[in-house]
Structures are given as structure tokens and as C-alpha cells.
């Protein structure tokens, strides 16, 4: 017999009772069912339901049970529709009736809902962690080698030359804002929805306050029929994660390029490359092409989930089992890409050398412009002339700072003699001195700024 049906009740089709099942992928949420239903126990036996002789039974029962899945020994049976009634069954037999009085007051729908809200919230702290070591990564790797320049670019075209360190830092500050998302996102995600009945809530008199405190949530949910169907802590989470694979996916593909024997500007560790089945000379990025393609799974499980969310009336509907797999996978996907990257980082290797050989004088032509503007030419002006000379100087196969200055003149007359002073890249990367700029002292201030807030433990 099920635990929502009769002895009398026709069996369900096999196919559709294979579709209605989610034991095979819920299970894993039974340390969360154990501790919620503990916690129940003892708000029924607070609310005066439950003797203290069975909340004790029922807590010591639980734990056994509890011990069957930790060892795989559990006993699952064909009638397990999912988790939650496979552990009462089993609670049932091993207690007896005072197993059927835990769900007094409860529902799978509160239950289920309680149950994802504290598999996500003990998953955070690994994400956070995570986020956290690849950071620290990035910016070892910014302290290391704050005196290295390199192209930065725009449309994948050199454009102007900025500090290797300024490069890291950008990607720490996008894996800074995912870890600030996850920090933002977890007092909402941390509302119980237990005590919220199937829908209209519980006629017994449960303290949901001192409950939530129990389980670990900040507040309790302020509306029952809501609280059993609020899914936005799931598609949440799903575009932190789709945020954080985006992230990696951008980081990936700029490794894969800078690794590239086109680029040379990174030398990647072995030990997260793969070789070639044919070409004995050759190393590939694996790592970091399954990162990078990693993110359109994330992505997938944001928009499939939204998707199923849209056109649900109010109140539970069996459309919500689908916020599981994609939670799971999400969860899986992040951590095992989260384990890889931080030591792909720490372990590659800057090619000063080919930084240095990329970084042409053309990328300079700013600082001419720049130039013509401290000397009061409106910058407009100031561009069209210098576009005109460089344009010149290509043409002829010339560098800018051997054309003569009678040249320059002639293409503006505020030129003078010191601005081939300006065709300098260190002197163009210590000009950029504003708040977030690639000069050395904002690049040292992004670094204290950033360790800053990696500073304070936890994130609750």
C-alpha cells in the first residue's frame, strides 16, 4: 500500500509510475528529509502531538534509518515513490504505528520544498569556497608579476597595453561578483516553508520560529500557498550558477587563446592538459574546453527550469519535481570545474618574452591623441590627426617613433619635440592611474580591495 493511497486502489500504469517517480534522482537529499523530519518531531511533541516516548522513538528511529543510507544498506522497496515516503515506510517498520503520527500537520509539498532549501544551503559554503580559491588564485598571480605588461584587447584586436596583473584582477572581480550574489541570494534562499501544510498551513499549533532556528533558516515563509510552490530560490540559483559557467567559460576561452602557439602569452601546467592520440607533439587544454563548455549546461538548466515555472497556476504542481535534476546537476557541474580551476591557475606560467614581442608601437597611438589633449586640442581633432599620421606611417612600413617630428607637425602643429616620450608602453600603463585603471598603484589598490573582502570567513 502507498502512503497517500488504499489497499483498494487499481495499480498505476508501469510507465507512468517509472515517469511519476523521483526516487532515483531525489535520494540524495535524505540527510536533509532526516533532519527535517527530526526537527518536525520535536515541534509536534513542543505543540503537545507527540508523547515525549514517541518524539523520542520516532528521533531514534530516524537516526537508524539514517544510518541504512549512510552505509547503503537501506532496503528500498517498489512502492518508493520518492525519498520522503521511502524513509517513513522504513520508519514505520522499524518503529511501528508511531511512525504514522510525523506527518500530522505535514505535507511532501512543505516537506519537499524544506528539504531543497537545506540541500542548497549546506551546498553554498563548497561554492563560496570555491569561488574563494579561484580568486586567491588570480590574485597570486597579479602580485607575482605586477611589473609584466601585455596587450590588452578589444574585438579580440590589439588595442592598448596594460599589466598582466590588470588582466588577472579583471577575472577575480567577475568571480567577486558571483561570490556577492551567492552572499546576497542565501537569506532568501534560508526561508522555511515547513509548517506550510499542503497549502493553507498547519492546524497545529507549531512554533515555525523556533523551528526555522532549529534547521538553520533566517526567517519563515509569510504565506502558505506561496511557501509550497515558491520556486524563485531554485531558478536563483540556477542563474548564479549559469553567472559563475559564464565566468569560467570567459576565462577558459582566454586561456585557450593565450596558450595557443599563436599567442604564447601562458604556458600551461601538464598536469591539466591532455595529449594527442596521433600528434605525438602536442598538448591540449582539455581543462579548460570543458569549462568553457561546461557553461552552456548551466545555461540549459536556467532556461529549461523557467520555462517549466511560467505557466503554473498557484499552489503545488507535480511541474515543480523538475527543479531537482537541474539543482543537482547545477551543484555537480560547479564543483567539479570549481576544483580544477583554482590549481590550473596557480600553476601556469606568464611568456614575458611574447608579452612583451606583442605589444606593437601602433597600440600607442592613444597616447598621441592623449597627448595633442594636455596640450589643449580637442580630442575629436586630436583623434583625426593622429589617425591620419598612423594611417601614413603603416602605409610606409614606418613605427610611429621613427617618423620625424617635422612629419608629425605636419599633421598637427601642437606636436613638439617631447612626445615621442609618449611612446613609451610603461609610461602609457602608469598614465592610467584612476580607480580601477591598469597603473601600478590601482592595480596594488584593486589587490588590497579585493583580499578585503575575502577578509571575513563565511558568508552568512
Known amino acids: 500500500m502507498r502512503l497517500w493511497g488504499i489497499a483498494e486502489n487499481p495499480p498505476l500504469d508501469p510507465a507512468f509510475e517509472r515517469l511519476n ?15 527535517g523530519s527530526i526537527a518536525w518531531a520535536r515541534a509536534l511533541a513542543r505543540a503537545g502531538i507527540l508523547s515525549p516516548e514517541e518524539q523520542q522513538a520516532i528521533e531514534e528511529g530516524l537516526q537508524r534509518v539514517r544510518e541504512e543510507l549512510d ?55 563548497a561554492l563560496e569556497g570555491g569561488l574563494r580559491a579561484l580568486e586567491e588564485a588570480l590574485i597570486r598571480q597579479a602580485e607575482a608579476h605586477l611589473e609584466l605588461l601585455m596587450p590588452g584587447y578589444t574585438h579580440l584586436q590589439r588595442a592598448q597595453p596594460i599589466r598582466y596583473a590588470q588582466w588577472c584582477l579583471a577575472h577575480a572581480w567577475a568571480f567577486e561578483r558571483d561570490r556577492e550574489r551567492l552572499r546576497e541570494a542565501f537569506p532568501r534562499l534560508a526561508t522555511l516553508p515547513l509548517g506550510s501544510g499542503a497549502l493553507a498551513g498547519t492546524p497545529f499549533p507549531i512554533d515555525r520560529e523556533a523551528l526555522a532556528r532549529e534547521l538553520g533558516f533566517h526567517q519563515v515563509s509569510p504565506n502558505s500557498l506561496d511557501a509550497v510552490s515558491d520556486r524563485d530560490f531554485v531558478a536563483e540559483f ?44 602536442k598538448r591540449n587544454p582539455d581543462a579548460l574546453e570543458l569549462a568553457r563548455a561546461k557553461a552552456g549546461r548551466l545555461l ?29 546537476d547545477a551543484v555537480d557541474t560547479l564543483r567539479a570545474v570549481l576544483a580544477v580551476m583554482p590549481g590550473l591557475i596557480a600553476t601556469m606560467r606568464p611568456r614575458p618574452e611574447r608579452m612583451r614581442a606583442a605589444l606593437e608601437e ?37 613605427a610611429l617613433s621613427t617618423l620625424p617630428l617635422e612629419r608629425m607637425r605636419w599633421h598637427h602643429p601642437a606636436f613638439e619635440a617631447d612626445v615621442f616620450a609618449a611612446l ?33 570567513a563565511g558568508f552568512r
Do not use: C
Request: aromatic fraction near 8%.
Open 21 to 35: 517517480a523521483s526516487l532515483p534522482f531525489d535520494r540524495r537529499l535524505y540527510p536533509q528529509d532526516i533532519r
Open 362 to 398: 601602433a597600440m600607442l597611438a592613444t597616447e598621441l591623441a592623449d597627448y595633442l589633449v594636455r596640450r589643449g586640442v580637442p580630442f575629436r581633432e586630436a583623434h583625426r590627426a593622429v589617425s591620419a599620421l598612423l594611417q601614413e606611417a603603416l602605409r610606409e612600413g614606418q
Open 424 to 456: 613609451d608602453p610603461e609610461a602609457a600603463v602608469e598614465r592610467r592611474a584612476a580607480v580601477g585603471g591598469t597603473a601600478r598603484a590601482a592595480v596594488e589598490a584593486q589587490i588590497r580591495a579585493l583580499r578585503a573582502r575575502l577578509a571575513p
Open 300 to 328: 540549459g538548466h536556467l532556461v529549461g527550469f523557467l520555462a517549466a515555472l511560467k505557466g503554473l497556476p498557484s499552489g503545488y504542481n507535480k511541474d515543480l519535481q523538475e527543479d531537482k535534476e537541474p539543482v543537482f
Open 71 to 125: 552505509a547503503g544498506t537501506f532496503p528500498f522497496h517498489p512502492t518508493d515513490e520518492d525519498i520522503h515516503t521511502a524513509v517513513e515506510r522504513r520508519l514505520t517498520e522499524r518503529i511501528g504505528p508511531a511512525a504514522g503520527k510525523l506527518h500530522t500537520g505535514r505535507s511532501r509539498n512543505d516537506q519537499v520544498a524544506t528539504d531543497l532549501r537545506l540541500f542548497l544551503m549546506d551546498e553554498w559554503p
Open 238 to 281: 540556477l542563474f548564479i550558477a549559469a553567472m559563475i559557467g559564464v565566468h569560467l567559460s570567459r576565462l577558459a576561452e582566454d586561456l585557450i587563446l593565450f596558450a595557443s602557439a599563436e599567442f604564447g602569452f601562458i604556458e600551461l601546467d601538464p598536469a591539466y592538459t591532455t595529449g594527442s592520440s596521433l600528434m605525438p607533439q
